[in-house]
Each structure stands twice: as structure tokens, then as C-alpha cells.
């Protein structure tokens, strides 16, 4: 049976998954070269289909939650960011409302999130997903955004049979709410809280994001890349004031002022400087994070946490959470955003097929997030010969490309690689990044100013072998981490031998802990560059331009090198050396 999985919100996203086990994935931006492209993933979907030899009509279910588009490629970011900055009477007037009378205007704003309304809003995106795809409405699902991102973490937990779990859901809003915590056993699965979109901590990050000058709903990673390097005794000047913004009524989060139409935060932020109003808003959400969580599991009792939704990219804040005494066990869903609803989704679909036909549910766990396009040699040659590369690059085949790979990046070259089936979700995990040695400080310095066009303060990324994880992170609860979406502080060693590779300030590690199973290939490459340097992990960083999506196509690659300056290119078997 099959089921395909559609988030068409930010970032849209289609997913399919065959007999209970997810067998392909991919973001719409990758195919549009649009950043978190909006709308329905028609490219997305057409690739999944065509790959697995399947037609539409093979599908058991299309499963989505009920975010509505009106028109197709339409920019959420560009639409969060024209409602803060629209200066008409209507903005004016709503902002003062939502100062003055908050209790009053969050009930009016709630109350437009109605059951009635959301129904309203499903029955449309089902028409229109139908008409759309020509796929039969009776067969398409819509279900509550924050229900797809806790369902999203199910593949990892269902199959510890016996261990009970706290799903725990936050971003800046969806079904008319930004938060949620369930119980997870195995088998049941039981919401004991939601908190409506009116105390949403995620706006609230959102439009900090926005004014410090960054794009809300995408930079948020800079904001708390930036946090660390302010001084404590002047965060301690703000964050008072900032404290009092939210509390919990048992598990819900309340606020005082809507975080979309006060200008209440503004207003308490102005005059601050920009690094104590990052480090401020940080301290917020991992103090925050850290209450709500601590208060569930002395509800519960249940000790074993899962995170979801795009507040939780935020790797600092889920230290903090893997921090707290209590938690025995935590799993974090790889790249938590929107995107990974199309994964919740076809959890959905398989858990509503199996209830149907009486089959027993068994969802496979996700090894991998290696769930896209290949391009094979064969394709290289024909790339090679139909744009006469020869006359750009000096272009040599191997038989084991791992170790040339290896040899260079011991001898301090940086590396672009476009090899093996693309990875999905927000971080490069290997098969479509860039790669260099971390042991250089200078190499920040390149990889900034004349390949990825990044900003300054911005930390790089190890991917460590496992086998020397120990060696450069300090993880006392052994908390498996193959995907980046958590940090630890570093070792000795680490700032010895990879301080490339870490935040620069306050010396923390946001790995990718490599395993052989998971991708032999780059496993090989960070071997060999272990054997010939006696350093156990690499700098990997995304294959892009800044601003731009990663790349997906061989094509993608050749264009990111010729925009840049990047001197070599890894692809299959394949390595291009620009001619200078």
C-alpha cells in the first residue's frame, strides 16, 4: 500500500511511504531553486511517483494537514514580514488593540480558529489538492497541523514497545495553535495539552528575527548563532523584561499580548543592542522550553521526551531540554520545521489503511534521511559531454574516489560533493555538501568571504565518525545524534583538533555523528582523512550560495561552483578540478 504525505505550507514538502516504511522524501525548493517554496510540491510529487514506478492512482491515501493556500508560490515569508511592516490605519489600529486590550482582542482572534472555520478551510484544500492532482477528494485526509508533527516523530518511538513517551509540539502556529503535548505508549497516543496561536514563543522568535534585520520563518539559526556573544551582565538588563511575556496555566502557554499584533515587545526592545536582544530572547525560549517540560513529566511521570515542530531547530534550546536531570531519553525529529509533516502525514494514512482493512500496525523506524535523487556516472558522462566540460575543468574518474577525496581534504582543500541519493530535510548530512578539514581557522575565513557568502559570526559543523564521537563531545547520556539537531559542549580534543568546526564563542558542537550504515560512502571518505591526519571528524557545511536552497542536480553543483570560489567538485566517481 502507499501513502503520500504533502506539507503545502512553508517550506511544501511531499513524502511517500510503502507498507508502513517511508521510501522517499523531498522538498519542493530543491526542484524550484525557490527557498522554502510555498505551495503544492508538484515536482516533488512527480519525482516520488516516477522513481518508485507508480501512477497517482496507486495511492491508498493522500494524507496533509490543513494549511490553505490561496495561490500557488506564494511567500510566506515575504507575507509574515508585510504584516509587521504594513503601516495602514487597519495594522495601526489592530496593533494598539492587541497593547490595550489583549484578553479581549486574543478572544476575537481565537474564536476565528473555530472547529467550524477549520473544517471550512479543510473541505477547500481537499478540493483543491483533488482538482489539482485529479486524485479522488474521498481518498484525501486533512488532519491538525500539530497532530502531524507529533505523528511525525512515531516511526522512532512506536517500535520501543514498552516505553511511554512525551511528544512535545512547538512552533509559530498552525490549527489555531502553536503548542501541544501528548502521552505516547507504543500503541496509544493521547493529547493532554494545546496552547493557542495568541501565546505563540515562536512568533515571538520570528519577529525578533525580523527586527534585527533577518528574514523571519528562515533566520532564526542566526539570531541564536548570535546569542552567544553577548555579555551576561547585559542580558541580565533585558531578559527581566522579557520574563514576564509568558507563563504556563498548567501545560499551556499564556500571554499577556498577542505576539502578531502588540507592539508591545517592540517597544520593550528598542535602544537594546542587537547581541543582548538575541542572547535575551535565547534565554527565553530555553528557560521556557525547560519549565514546560519539566512540568509534564511531574504530571506524568514520563521521563522519555520527543520534540517536534520549528521551534525546535533551535539546537541550543534542545541542549538545554537533553540537560534537565529528569529526562532520561530524548529523541529530536530531524529538521522539525513544516517540512517534516509530510512524514507525520503518511503516519497518518498508514495508521488509518491499517485500522481499515484490519492489518497490524508496524511503522519502520527511519534509518536514513538519504531519500532522494541519484545521479549516476552515466549521467555524469552525458553532462560532461553535452555541456563540454572538458573545456572548464580538468576531469579525472577513480575507481575509489573516497580516498582522492580523503587525500585532498588532508592537504587542506575544500571540497564540494554531490554523490549518492540527496538528503532530505534542512541539514547537508554529507551527499550534497561542503567539506574541509577543521582543524584551520583560517578555512572559516574562505569558506565566508569567497565561497558561501555566510555571515561572520556564524559556527560550522562537524560530522565525526562514531567511533570518536567520545573523543570531541561531551554526551553523557549517549543521546544518538546522525541528523544535527542538537548540540553539546566540546571536549579538549575537539577544540584541539576540529576548532573549525564549532560555535567560535562559546565552543559548542552541532555533530553529525557518521555511521557506517547509514552512509558508507562518506564514512570511508572521514576514515581515510582520519588515517592520514589522526582526526576522527570533518567540517561538512551545505552545498549552496547563500540564501539558496541546497543543491539537488549535478547541474545544481556545476552552477554553486562556477558562482563561487570553489576549486573541486566530488560527483560519484567523478572529480573536477576548475581550470583556473
Not at 494537514?65 to 504594513?86: G, L, P, Q
Not at 505523528?151 to 520501543?160: A, G, K, P, Q, V
Not at 514497545?161 to 498552525?174: M, P, Q, R, S, V
Not at 520574563?243 to 498577542?258: A, I, P, R, Y
Request: charged share 30%.
Amino acid at each position: 500500500m502507499y501513502v503520500l504525505g504533502l506539507n503545502i505550507g512553508h517550506n511544501s514538502t511531499a513524502c511517500l511511504l510503502k507498507d508502513g516504511k517511508i521510501i522517499g522524501c523531498i522538498s519542493e525548493e530543491r526542484f524550484s531553486r525557490i527557498k522554502n517554496y510555498y505551495g503544492i510540491p508538484i515536482k516533488s510529487i512527480q519525482f516520488l511517483l516516477n522513481d518508485n514506478g507508480i501512477s497517482i492512482d496507486k495511492l491508498d491515501f493522500i494524507v496533509l494537514d490543513n494549511h490553505y493556500i490561496d495561490k500557488e508560490k506564494e511567500n510566506f515569508t515575504k507575507s509574515f514580514i508585510e504584516a509587521y511592516t504594513d503601516k495602514s490605519k487597519k495594522k495601526k489600529i489592530l496593533s494598539k488593540l492587541g497593547y490595550k486590550f489583549p484578553k479581549l482582542f486574543n478572544s476575537y482572534l481565537n474564536r476565528k480558529e473555530s472547529l467550524k472555520n477549520l473544517k471550512k478551510r479543510e473541505e477547500k484544500i481537499r478540493i483543491q489538492i483533488s482538482t489539482k492532482l485529479d486524485y479522488p477528494i474521498e481518498k484525501i485526509l486533512v488532519i491538525d497541523h500539530h497532530l502531524t508533527h507529533t505523528l511525525s516523530c512515531l516511526f522512532n518511538l512506536t517500535y520501543e514497545k514498552n516505553k511511554n513517551w512525551l511528544i512535545f509540539t512547538l512552533d509559530g502556529e498552525g490549527s489555531g495553535i502553536c503548542a501541544s503535548v501528548s502521552t505516547y505508549n507504543g500503541h496509544k497516543l493521547k493529547i493532554i495539552s494545546k496552547s493557542k496561536k495568541t501565546a505563540s514563543l515562536g512568533y515571538l522568535y520570528a519577529l525578533t528575527t525580523l527586527y534585527l534585520g533577518m528574514k523571519p520563518l528562515e533566520h532564526e539559526f542566526k539570531v541564536m548563532g548570535l546569542a552567544p556573544y553577548a555579555k551576561k551582565d547585559k542580558i541580565n538588563e533585558l531578559y527581566p523584561k522579557l520574563k514576564d511575556l509568558f507563563w504556563f496555566d498548567d501545560l499551556e502557554f499564556k500571554s499577556k499580548f498577542n505576539m502578531v499584533f502588540s507592539d508591545y515587545f517592540l517597544e520593550t526592545i528598542k535602544f537594546y543592542r542587537f547581541d543582548n536582544i538575541a542572547a535575551s530572547v535565547q534565554k527565553l525560549t530555553e528557560e521556557l522550553i525547560c519549565e514546560w517540560i519539566n512540568n509534564a513529566i511531574k504530571k506524568t511521570g514520563i521521563c522519555n521526551i520527543a520534540l517536534s515542530g520549528g521551534v525546535f531547530m533551535n539546537v541550543k534550546a534542545n541542549k538545554k531540554a537533553s540537560e534537565i536531570p529528569e529526562v532520561k531519553d530524548i529523541f529530536i525529529m530531524p529538521s522539525s520545521g513544516d517540512e517534516s509533516n509530510a512524514i507525520g502525514a503518511c503516519l497518518y494514512g498508514y495508521k488509518e489503511y491499517c485500522e481499515r482493512n484490519n492489518i497490524k500496525f508496524e511503522p519502520k523506524p527511519i534509518k536514513n534521511l538519504y531519500l532522494g535523487p541519484v545521479y549516476d556516472n552515466s549521467y555524469i558522462e552525458d553532462l560532461i559531454k553535452r555541456e563540454e566540460l572538458i573545456k572548464k575543468y580538468k576531469i579525472k574518474k577513480y575507481k575509489n574516489i573516497n580516498k582522492e577525496v580523503a587525500k585532498l581534504l588532508a592537504k587542506g582543500e575544500i571540497i564540494a560533493r554531490c554523490s549518492g541519493k540527496s538528503e532530505w530535510g534542512a541539514r547537508a548530512l554529507g551527499n550534497r555538501s561542503i567539506l574541509s578539514s577543521a582543524k584551520n581557522h583560517e578555512t572559516i575565513k574562505i569558506l565566508n568571504e569567497t565561497i558561501k557568502d555566510r555571515d561572520f559570526w556564524m559556527p560550522f559543523t562537524p560530522s565525526i565518525l562514531d567511533k570518536y564521537s567520545k573523543r570531541y563531545i561531551v554526551n553523557p547520556k549517549k543521546i544518538f545524534s546522525p541528523y544535527m539537531v542538537i548540540t553539546f559542549d566540546s571536549t579538549k580534543k575537539a577544540r584541539e583538533e576540529i576548532p573549525a568546526a564549532m560555535h567560535p564563542y562559546d565552543q559548542t558542537v552541532r555533530p553529525q555523528v557518521v555511521t557506517k550504515d547509514y552512509n558508507k560512502d562518506y564514512y570511508e571518505i572521514i576514515e581515510e582523512f582520519s588515517k592520514l591526519t589522526g582526526i576522527g571528524g570533518i567540517l561538512n557545511t551545505s552545498f549552496n550560495i547563500h540564501g539558496e536552497p541546497n543543491v539537488l542536480t549535478p547541474e545544481d553543483a556545476l552552477y554553486t561552483v562556477e558562482k563561487s570560489d570553489l576549486k573541486f567538485l566530488v560527483m560519484e566517481n567523478y572529480l573536477f578540478e576548475k581550470i583556473s
